[in-house]
T-cell receptor
Framework: SQQGEEDPQALSIQEGENATMNCSYKTSINNLQWYRQNSGRGLVHLILIRSNEREKHSGRLRVTLDTSKKSSSLLITASRAADTASYFCATPVNSGYSTLTFGKGTMLLVSP | GAGVSQTPSNKVTEKGKYVELRCDPISGHTALYWYRQSLGQGPEFLIYFQGTGAADDSGLPNDRFFAVRPEGSVSTLKIQRTERGDSAVYLC??????????????FGPGTRLTVL
């Protein structure tokens, strides 16, 4: 079963606008990761935030983590058409932290 | 090559046939993962290798699925007696660390399997 659930399922915005995606999870985690996927093929790692961190930035990306609410958000600022993709949150499966479980993703469409 | 590679990129087969999907991880990565992704879903974990051994195969759906990594680098996912429900994109990922869930995983482009 998939632990993470992204919201919304789909998001359509104009270039230059900000895009916010949310992820909720069920069990305790030590980190949460966000990945991007273009055209239904390989995933690209965007950012990892650890459970003792509340916010992390990478370029135009800002990720927050609220462990009390078991939720995370990914903000993409000043979006570009090239940001069009599906975005997934992923969390370690178990205490061994050996594998990841992914949500169903948010499909983002950025129109020029 | 610098990244994870997977072959073939597309595979069309008939119900009941046997298929092999290959994954070439990033050189030096000890951890290797197979995932399966159906349309509109996120990747679903199948099996995880640490070196040559399968450290966790709890995601394999049934005994028609099997994977090997005999020399600790290239891995092959084998599916026997394929069924239409096996149609999906099969993704491979590798990680340099033993604790792959704590680190970034590097994904290949996937193999799109279609069972007719």
């Amino acid at each position: 079963s998939q632990q993470g659930e992204e919201d919304p399922q789909a998001l359509s915005i104009q270039e230059g606008e900000n895009a916010t995606m949310n992820c909720s999870y069920k069990t305790s985690i030590n980190n949460l990761q966000w990945y991007r996927q273009n055209s239904g093929r390989g995933l690209v790692h965007l950012i990892l935030i650890r459970s003792n961190e509340r916010e992390k930035h990478s370029g135009r990306l800002r990720v927050t983590l609220d462990t009390s609410k078991k939720s995370s958000s990914l903000l993409i600022t000043a979006s570009r058409a090239a940001d069009t993709a599906s975005y997934f949150c992923a969390t370690p499966v178990n205490s061994g932290y050996s594998t990841l479980t992914f949500g169903k993703g948010t499909m983002l469409l950025v129109s020029p | 090559g610098a990244g994870v590679s997977q072959t073939p990129s597309n595979k069309v087969t008939e119900k009941g046939k046997y298929v092999e999907l290959r994954c070439d991880p990033i050189s030096g990565h000890t951890a290797l993962y197979w995932y399966r992704q159906s349309l509109g879903q996120g990747p679903e974990f199948l099996i995880y290798f640490q070196g040559t051994g399968a450290a966790d195969d709890s995601g394999l759906p049934n005994d028609r699925f099997f994977a090997v990594r005999p020399e600790g680098s290239v891995s092959t996912l084998k599916i026997q007696r394929t069924e239409r429900g096996d149609s999906a994109v099969y993704l491979c990922a590798s990680s340099p660390s033993r604790s792959g869930g704590n680190n970034e995983q590097f994904f290949g482009p996937g193999t799109r399997l279609t069972v007719l």
